[in-house]
């Protein structure tokens, strides 16, 4: 319970505060506020529990062998602590940063869904929903970038970070998949124990490869990394939550999470080794170089997520325990310098370094906070930064591989710290110092108290946990590592651990860093590096513009301005997609169906049918440019084909093919009353010829198959359907039973093409108003002859219970749904034509837009009323209860979905039909001719 | 012999259906797609083969194994509703280009089609 609640809670806030306008601030600050903070007291509910080891637990059903479910061991409750605890700050920190003009109540719903999301990924109990809120994140991560949206910047930023991190995602799917197949089960707790299995696969690097892709993306590793400097057009209480401390830790996670499973190979090792360190020591370089103070940071993140993921490639215990630790401090002195760039770019109005400076005078309190997190970021004594970066250093020192990569990863190491000094200075140095203020449009002062209330606790968790490691961060730190390793290696936290190489490296390291700074500004001003010559955006821009081009020269070779051209390309195709499989295996080596089986019908009665039926279709082609003649004869097929399905036992379809000829037979009149009558002639004979060639072979073609099928034994799945449908399904008439029954959910999806059909027909024509010019002045109008007009308002009536008789029928007896809503229609139509419904009761002018919705809702409520009652999605159930004086009455759920199925028919029938019907047209003929 | 005119059938319907799909004009392609939709509901229903004089309505004494094929009948139901939503679609596109487009002729790369059709 307590699982689900962390994960729903912030879902179930998002959604409130969707709900509430954007005047709300309060409100919804204080919504999202509580939730936070909710799950963090859970949380703290769930630590006794988690520090002694226990793994809590909730699981239901999903799919397949795939369950719902959460679960929670140290290091998804530290990850859930971050989120929540970070996120609580975040919400008191935007409140104030947000101005009055800013939408509050989408921020907070989209923070929120964020936040749910994020909770998620570190909860999953199964790789499957892991990918799902992975890829929840990365939308919402998306809205909040673009949280701006009239700025440009901020919406290509979004574009960038979605595209960058969704395509991780895809392979992360990908890869997570593999897992799948290789371990038998997407459930955390089989995958982290079947790591030799995996390890032993051939698909393992694979697996490997794509489920890096997943984790270096979403952590900005290089050479992915460039859309996080992009992502800061977002808001900075944005940038601190999901750009510092929670979102882009999501590979670091994947990492720690997948360890157990993927960790231990040379492979791992060299390419999140490799890949960490690289992106460390590069991002720390390019951070130097920023003007803007947000970009130094987000450079500065990429080059601790490098840390952090090199930590995780070198396979050795204590260097996961150094990895998490740094995690810990990352959030807490990262989150705080974000939020105190916020507050220094709300208080002077810009964000530039080169026009910061010597801020020291103006905001004393901000710039000790900000001076206490870099201290913290460049590793320095008594701050939590330096423990975990003393660790690393241990790490690096003692790293057991090739004599060559020994050496150079300790030096490498020690470069990538001393860059991480000089960023940290010259942040402090550029901002707080180093002259006066330049060109600023405001005058800067300290910010609002409650702004600057998140930044403070972050600072003071930074000392705290710098100085008493043990009695502080302690226990997380082992029910992460527990959670992580399945095992506690020996560790120390203590701050002085003699003179050692890491505490030799940490002094190389501080004072390169300062020289290196001081160097730096005196012989290249740092203040004139306006553009580095390398950038991840132009390499992005070019792709993306690449794959514009491809697209536009394919859109380009495809024939998009011919339609005849498109539907000859369309039909080729075809005939290769069929004739192919039947050159490569023939026909099959079935002998044809004995004598005996091949069935006889009356020989006139067919050949009748056959006679008719093929005349109007070749009589349809000849005369098509006359096209009222073409119409009628079109009409004649039609017919035939309706007969031919009574001949062959196919009731049902018969009365439906009858109907719907009726109903598109009057809709392609009614249509024609506004185009012209007829069809010019064609010139050129080859044209012709072409396309009677591509007609005959696809005719031939066709009419072989069909033939080829007709005369070979088959077996069908039928008699299961035969032998169910009364037992089971509670009624007699099995084609009906299929649809609304056996096969409901089928159907389920054709009524809403056919809803949605109908209700675009009448969109496109809503609105729509017919002018026609003198060239159609012969339009007739005609009067309805009066006994059409009269006999139609009786029919109207009579069909009305025709088309109940045949619905209540249809569970047993030809009819059902589709029939009896097919009636209705026609005589609704019919009626119109006729004349007869000029009245106010006219049954066309009815609003049919809401009963396609009516008729859906109905169909869904029919399957998840089976869902309330327990049984899967759609099961239908029946009753033959006794009535007074009805007597016995066969009732189905089966019914009522019949019943949804039947409104869509009648309303999709008549919008399609009365909506050309209806348009408004004027003829000017007579005063233009 | 009844599969053969069975066969031929849907052979002339799909011939006859191709050949109007590919005119230059919408309501020509309409009536083509029209056609052509008979021969495919007609296939479709011949795969559950062709069954006389037993309707798929069981409970009425008699084996159940000589009915027809329920199966293909249930999906050529939706499949000819279908195809009347999407004829009602392609004709109200018809119907919008003729005044959109001041013409209703659907090839733009074959100019020599394009010309004023008469009334």
Known sequence: MLLIGLVLLPFLASIACAAMPNTARSATAWLSGLTALGGCVLLALAAPGVFSGEIFRISMPWFANVNFGFRMDGLAWAFA?????????????????????????????????????????????????????????????????????????????????????????????????????????????????????????????????????????????????????????????????????????????????????????????????????????????????????KGLLAYSTISHLGLITFLFGLDSPLAVVAGLFHILNHATFKASLFMAAGIIDHETGSRDMRQLNGLWQFMPITATLAMVASASMAGVVLMNGFLSKEMFFAQAVELDSHHLIEMIVPIVATVAAALGVTYSLRLIHDVFFNGQPVGLTKTPHEPPRWLRVPVEVLVVVCIVVGVIPQWTVGPVLAAMVQGTLGMRPEYSLAIWHGVNFPLVMSVIAGTAGILFYFGLQRYINLHSVTRLPVSGKHAFDAVVGWVETLARKVVGWLPSTSLPRNLACLVATAFVAMAWPLWQNGFGSAPPRAATDVLTVPPLVGLLIWLLGVAAAIAVTINYRQRLTALVMLGAAGLAVSVTFVLFSAPDLALTQLLVEV?????????????????????????????????????????????????????????????HALPDGGGTNVVNLILV???????????????????????????????????????????????????????????????????????????????????LACAILVLRIGGGGRTILDPAHLPYQPWIAGGLVMVLATGIGSMVLGYPFLTSTFAHPVLPVIGEVPLASAALFDLGVFMIVVAATMLATISPALLPQDHDAETQA | MTEVFFASAIGVFTACGVWLMLRARTFDVALGL??????????????????????????????????????????????????????????????????????DACDADDETRIEDSPR
């Open chain 1, 741 to 823: 029954d056996f096969r409901a959910f089928d159907t389920m999806g054709e009524v809403a093409v056919l809803g949605a059909a109908g209700l675009l027909v009448y969109a496109l024509l809503a609105g729509f108003h017919v002018h026609f010019d003198h060239h159609d002045a012969d339009i007739a109008e005609d009067w309805n002859p009066l006994l059409l007009r009269t006999v139609t308002r009786v029919v109207l009536p009579l069909a009305a219970l025709v088309a109940a008789f045949l619905f209540l029928r249809g569970h047993n007896l030809p009819g059902g749904g589709f029939i009896a809503g097919l009636v």
């Open chain 1, 81 to 293: 602590l971050i989120i929540c605890a970070i996120g609580a700050l975040v919400v008191l920190y935007a409140h104030y940063y947000l101005s009055p003009d800013d939408p509050a109540a989408r921020f907070f719903a989209f923070l929120m869904a964020f936040m749910g999301a994020m909770l998620g990924v570190v909860l999953a109990d199964n790789l499957i929903l892991l990918v799902v809120f992975w890829e929840m994140t990365s939308v919402s991560s998306f809205l909040l970038i673009g949280y701006w949206t009239h700025r440009s910047d901020a919406r290509q930023g979004a574009r960038m970070a979605l595209t960058v991190t969704a395509m991780g995602g895809l392979c992360l799917l990908g890869g997570v998949i593999l897992l799948g197949q290789i371990t038998g089960s997407y459930s955390l707790d089989i995958v982290l124990g079947a790591g030799e299995a995996v390890h032993a696969s051939p698909l393992y690097p694979v697996v490997l490869v794509l489920v890096l892709l997943g984790a270096f993306t979403k952590s900005a590793q290089f050479p992915f990394h460039f859309w996080l400097p992009h992502a800061m057009a977002a808001p900075t209480p944005v940038s601190a939550y999901l750009h510092s401390a929670t979102m882009v830790k999501c590979g670091v996670f994947l990492l720690a999470r997948l360890y157990p499973t993927l960790g231990g190979s040379d492979l791992w090792f060299y390419m999140v080794s490799g890949t960490g360190l690289f992106t460390m020591t590069f991002g720390a370089a390019v951070a130097i170089f920023q003007q803007d103070l």
């Open chain 1, 663 to 723: 109903a598109t037979i009057a809709l392609m009149m009614i249509v024609l009353h506004f185009l012209p009558q007829t069809s010019p002639v064609e010139r050129g004979t080859a044209r012709k010829l072409r396309d009677a060639g591509i007609a005959g072979v696809a005719g031939l073609g066709l009419a072989a198959v069909a033939y080829a099928v007709l005369t070979r034994p088959f077996t069908s799945i039928a008699p299961f359907y035969l032998a």
């Open chain 2, 34 to 103: 029209a056609l052509f939709s008979y021969a495919v509901n007609l296939f479709i229903f011949a795969m559950g083969r062709l069954t006389f004089g037993a309707p798929a309505i069981v409970g009425q004494g008699g084996a159940t194994a000589t009915l027809a094929d329920p199966l293909p009948q249930a999906l050529v139901l939706t499949a000819i509703v279908i195809a009347f939503a999407m004829t009602a679609l392609v004709l109200t596109l018809a119907l919008k280009g003729r005044f959109v487009n001041r013409g």
